[in-house]
Each structure stands twice: as C-alpha cells, then as structure tokens.
C-alpha cells in the first residue's frame, strides 16, 4: 500500500459517522498554500474584539475560539467535527471499541433515552434493564430536555463510580430505580450462529478495530460447528461504519486476492487511491489477520443484508461485493454515506483532533454512493405487513450541508417527493396509534427465529419463494450530480 494509511474512526450511539482514516500531516510551507484572505480574517478579529468588550458578562476568550473553530468545521458537513478534552478522550476510546460506561446502546424516544440494547456481561445487562426501557432521570438531573450525547455523557464516568438511573418499564407500567456501577465495556462489534444445518448468520454491529480479528475467529467456529455449510448471511442491517480497513478487511475474506474493493478520490494526493484484498491494506500489525480461515470461504452462497441504518464501511463491503458478483444484496436501500473522514491529529494544543471530510469512496465498477446508497438486488422488508418505520429513518440525502454526489456542493440535490410523502404518513400512523394508546409494532430482533429478514434470506440461499416488498422503490439522486 503506497501510502499507507493509518486507519481510526468513530461511529456515536445513534450518530451516524463512518470510513476514517488517521494520518499525520506534514508541515506545509505558507509559500505553498493560497494566500489568505486578509479582509475576512480582519473581519474574524474585528467581531472577536466587539464580543469580549461588549457583550453583557464576560466571556472567554479561549472558549470564543473553541466555539469559532467548531462553527468553522461543522459548517463543512454533517460528518466533519473538531475534537478536545472529553470529547477527544471518548473519540479515541470509541475507536478502539471498549469505553468505561453502564453498557448500553441507546437512542432518543419522545425525549427520553431508550434501552435498544444492554451489552451482554455489561453492568446494565447484569442490573436487569431490557430492551425498551426508558431512562428518565440519571442521578439528579431529568433526561427530558437532554441530547443524546448530553445524556451519553452523564452515563459515562470513571471505572468504579456510581450513578443512579430511573427506569420506565412500559410493559409493567412501573417506575424504579437502579444503581449501576461503571466499568469498562468491551463492545464485540461480531455476532455469529449456525442457523440450522448448513446455514449461517454472521452480524457485524460496527467496523472497530478487533472487528477483523473477531470476524475472522467466529468464521472459523462456524465451520468447526458446521465444516460443510452451503450458505451464509452476512448481516450489515444497522451498522453505520467505522474503520475503513475494517471493511478491506471483511470484504478481502470474501474475494480473490488482489482485487479492488475500494478507490478514494479527494483533493490531497494521499487520498486518491485503490485498496485491494490484500493483507498490507487491513493488516495493524503486518500479519495476515485472515490466514487459517477455511478454502470454502471464498465460494460459499452468500447473502448480505442491509438496511437504511447500513452505512460508510458497511456500504463499502456490500458494494465490493456485489460489484465482484460475489453475494447477492437484500433488504433496503442504504444510508448513502460515500464519503471518508480523515483524523488529522498534527494540532498544536494537546488531547485536540480534527476530523474532516477529505474524499468521497467509489465501489469496484467505479460508482459513487453518496447521498444515493447501495440498492438491493432483493428489496425485503422489515416484517411480512411491511416496514412501518422506514420512512422515519434519516438518511444521507436528509441531512443539511451533505456532501453532493459529485461536484461538493449539495444544493440541487433535490429532495424525493415519494419519500417525503411515505414520512408524512408513518408519522401519521404513529400519532394515531398514540393517540388510540395502540403499542406500537415492534421489530423481531436480528438474527432471532422471528427476523423475518434473515428468513427470506436463508430461502434464498436454499432456492426456496423470496416474499419481495411491494412497496419499496429506488430512491434516485439528481442525475446531475452523479459521477
């Protein structure tokens, strides 16, 4: 690998992130950039002197810089963010999957956090909480009016300290309270099972850094527990990204030797390259992570799911895959994240990063997924009545400022009339059930007897009926934008 990228990413809790490389700048010589423009950065120092002598308290001049550099990144893009102190501590440690917390993956619900799942062996698992519990006080302080990463935060803390949570349980109409003491939660982003003779599921939640390791160690299980398997599902279904050579790495198990999985393209020549199937592109440490695995790898049936949660690095496997005909897709149409983050850590003060949008990613034929996504060779929904919740789900396309599918700018990208009128009504259809007190559908969970998903999956593979949507169709970008 020419110019050997260092790899590092982060994905948050119900933040979509993805594909990020870590690399170290060189110092650049002022002779070699574009001047700068004199004028505005007068303008920056003329509003920065008003606001500290006028403004109605005092303000600090440090923070003022903070908030100046984080307004500066964040107006990029959705994916661009500048770190420091705690937030630069939990992006390293994130990165390496295993962070000190209660143990539990979370998002927002009608302004509370919600259990979608307690980490197995995790401080919470072990507490008794379950999928859907809602989380309405942590300590003292009320979750109502809190971010996602607000509350995050405060459930996080030091290995052996203590915090409270209140728990809502619907299904008891009940309140109580648990105390959780914290420690290091090691998250394994690799699930695996022999469905039943001959078949396997394998299920990747996020591409960290051991995910390679991992994947590659429960393959092999899979074969000692089965040596003669005639199918495997690949299950990518909400998993938004991480490390890019993660996802080399997944797709080098797959695929011959040497071919391309992914190409790059950005403004900075370390950026316009082509990864191949090869150890020196996902290796940390020199050594084949994948040597061992078992010939039949590489020709077993496949199918890969994916879903509007499948994003970056999760996009790039299933890409090089069904480019190199290789598995066949099913599910939906994904998140259409075609872009890769760069952490660049060569910055002055310390325990300080920043992470920026340095190149959009191209599958194996050459095509750009970004703001568009990866679109099943099988469209399946969610259950047998259909997908209740796709249409509330947030995509690429729906974010501000995304990145445009070819030219950098998004501002004809235009919004699809046909998705835009699904949200309408499945927000309808939630307030009504609200309104009549109607539980809401809940989804099976993956890789469960009832994942209708993996079911029609698995038939498939076996030759059997697939029960196609009849409602899904391919969201298109403008044609303009595309490459």
Do not use: C
Request: glycine share 8%; no cysteine; proline share 5%.
């Amino acid at each position: 690998m020419g110019n050997k990228l260092k790899v590092a990413g982060w994905v948050s809790l119900g933040v979509v992130a993805g594909a990020l490389t870590t690399m170290q700048l060189q110092a650049t010589a002022r002779s070699s950039m574009s001047p700068l423009p004199l004028e505005e950065m007068q303008q920056l120092a003329t509003v920065f002197d008003l606001v500290k002598r006028a403004y109605v308290e005092p303000v600090d001049e440090k923070k003022l810089i903070r908030d100046a550099i984080g307004g500066m990144v964040s107006g990029l893009d959705p994916h661009s963010q500048y770190f420091e102190g705690a937030a630069f501590k939990e992006f390293r440690e994130s990165i390496h999957g295993k962070f000190t917390g209660v143990g539990i993956q979370i998002e927002m619900e009608d302004g509370l956090v919600k259990v979608v799942s307690p980490i197995e062996g995790s401080p919470a698992f072990r507490a008794g909480l379950i999928t859907g519990d809602l989380i309405t006080r942590i300590d003292d302080t009320a979750v109502k009016g809190l971010t996602l990463d607000q509350a995050i935060k405060r459930m996080r803390g030091p290995s052996g300290t203590k915090v409270l949570l209140t728990v809502f349980r619907k299904a008891e109409n009940r309140s109580f309270p648990v105390t959780i003491v914290r420690e290091e939660i090691k998250n394994k982003s690799v699930r695996s099972k022999v469905v039943e003779p001959g078949y396997a599921w394998i299920r990747i939640n996020q591409f960290q850094e051991p995910t390679v390791r991992d994947f590659a160690d429960q393959l092999k299980e899979l074969y000692k527990q089965d040596p003669n398997l005639k199918g495997l599902v690949l299950d990518l279904r909400n998993d938004p990204g991480g490390l890019l050579d993660g996802a080399i790495g997944i797709s080098a198990a797959f695929l011959p030797k040497d071919v391309v999985v992914v190409t790059t393209n950005g403004q900075m020549q370390d950026q316009r390259a082509t990864y191949k199937a090869a150890p020196n592109f996902y290796s940390r440490d020199g050594s084949d992570t994948l040597a061992g695995l078992p010939a039949a790898i590489k020709s077993v049936p496949m199918v890969v799911l994916v879903n509007e949660g499948s994003a970056s690095a999760s996009e790039i496997v299933a890409g090089a895959l069904r480019d190199h005909k290789r598995a066949v897709i099913m599910g939906s149409q994904t998140f259409g994240k075609g872009s890769v983050q760069t952490e660049l850590t060569r910055l002055p003060m310390p325990n300080t990063s920043l992470k920026i949008t340095t190149a959009r990613y191209y599958t194996p034929s050459g095509q750009t997924i970004q703001a568009k996504g990866i679109v099943p060779d099988v469209m399946v929904d969610d259950t047998a009545e259909g997908s209740p919740y796709a249409a509330l789900r947030v995509r690429e396309a729906d974010l501000e400022r995304h990145l445009g599918n070819g030219t950098g700018s998004a501002e004809d990208e235009k919004k699809d009339p046909a998705r835009e009128k699904q949200r309408e009504e499945a927000l309808k259809k939630l307030e009504e059930a609200n309104a009549k007190n109607t539980k809401p559908v809940r989804l099976p969970e993956f890789g469960s007897a009832e994942d209708f998903q993996l079911q029609q999956a698995l038939n498939r593979l076996k030759g059997k009926p697939v029960m196609v949507s009849k409602s899904q169709t391919e969201r298109k970008v403008d044609a303009t934008k595309s490459n």
